[in-house]
């Protein structure tokens, strides 16, 4: 027998051994590996919002941190000797304002001071302006500790003297517009507005034509629109119908030329006025700093009608959202994985809850209307 047989022989064997087949891993697992590589691409995709809104709550929580104007702080050695210096305590101002209703009250009970201890400044600061040459100096002090800060920069450009809109139209309830017409429309002498005739003059106006003094009004405004459409929303949408009031629409805006200048013209539906503004007049926008810029990315919020830059921002915040409570609770599940950490991570879990529980019964106590 050669060397070769045994191999062949052999071969057929080693053929046969059967592959071992990998075992799936349980749902459980897939689904905590689902859960651990969300938290992880979530966390890596979003990291430039989460970093936004951490440093723009710092700033808002420090409103000198990186200012984009000078500032130096002060504190009770800057205000010795200045009416600042000592305060009254707010129940002795409350017990003065008590006693000088008391004096003017010339019939009935006399007034007392309720819970003294719970008298207080509804703010904490008192502000003040001081304009030196071209900028505005913004002083700041608490009025709970000595102390406050002193802020310049740029005063702010004056606007010019609006001119009067030609074409301004009044309401029917007196006194001028935000453009210069006068409300009423009785007085006329506007473009947008046209006398009426005199004595027995007849006008080549045709009869059902609309007037021409007054406020403007055109057919089916917005306002009649939705006083219209209220009870049949009401209605289909399950509530009890009633008187309706359209409390608000908005104002029309838009650009009108006259040949000679462009006027930017505002018009409202409801009270029937028309106001303008020549574009040069307009002062120039406060310019954008850093700092603002940031602040007010942390604000913004909402959907606008059109699909531009601030609704893709609206689809991260919501995204932010989401993602938010998803590695809170993705958090959970994961620390629950890991067994060494249970206790003292229960241990954690319980002081969170627990602070968070008297912070927010606190707060609200604060922000609660009194």
Do not use: C
């Not at 001081?130 to 009025?143: M, P, T």
């Not at 409202?268 to 700093?289: C, I, K, Q, R």
Request: positive net charge; charged residues 20%.
């Amino acid at each position: 027998m050669s060397v070769a047989e045994p191999t062949e022989q052999l071969a057929p064997a080693a053929a046969r051994t059967p592959v071992p087949r990998v075992a799936r891993r349980p749902m459980r697992k897939r689904a905590m590996h689902l859960v651990r590589r969300g938290h992880l691409y979530f966390g890596l995709f979003l990291l430039p919002w989460v970093i936004l809104y951490g440093a723009t709550g710092f700033l808002f929580n420090h409103p000198t941190a990186f200012s984009d104007a000078p500032f130096v702080s002060f504190g009770a050695s800057e205000i010795r000797d200045t009416p600042m210096e000592s305060l009254p305590a707010p129940s002795a101002i409350a017990e003065q304002v008590v006693q000088a209703l008391n004096e003017r009250a010339k019939e009935g009970k006399p007034y007392a001071l309720v819970e003294p201890e719970k008298v207080k400044y509804t703010r904490d600061f008192a502000f003040a302006t001081v304009k030196v040459d071209d900028r505005e100096v913004s002083v700041l002090f608490d009025v709970t500790n000595p102390g406050g800060t002193v802020r310049s920069r740029p005063a702010p450009v004056a606007a010019k003297v609006e001119e009067k809109a030609p074409f301004a139209i009044g309401s029917a309830k007196g006194g001028a517009t935000k453009g210069g017409g006068n409300r009423g429309g009785g007085g006329g002498g506007g473009r947008g507005e046209r006398p009426a005739p005199k004595g027995g003059e007849k006008s080549d106006a045709p009869a059902a034509a609309a007037p021409m003094t007054g406020p403007l009004a055109l057919p089916d405004p917005m306002h009649e629109r939705v006083k219209a459409a209220v009870p049949v929303v009401l209605e289909r949408t399950g509530f009890q119908g009633g008187e309706v009031k359209v409390s608000s629409v908005p104002d029309l805006s838009f650009l009108m030329s006259d040949g000679t200048k462009t006027w930017r013209v505002s018009y409202n539906a409801m009270e029937g006025t028309v106001s303008g503004a020549s574009t040069d007049a307009a002062p120039p926008a406060d310019e954008l700093s850093t700092r603002r810029f940031l602040t007010r990315l942390h604000l913004t919020h909402g959907f606008p009608g059109g699909q531009n830059a601030k609704w893709f921002w609206a689809v991260i915040v919501d995204a932010m959202a989401f993602v938010m409570v998803f590695w809170g609770v993705s958090g959970i599940f994961m620390w629950w994985q890991l067994k060494a950490t249970r206790k003292l991570g229960f241990v954690v879990l319980l002081f969170s809850v627990g602070v968070a529980t008297a912070l927010g019964l606190g707060m609200h106590d604060v922000l609660s209307p009194r």
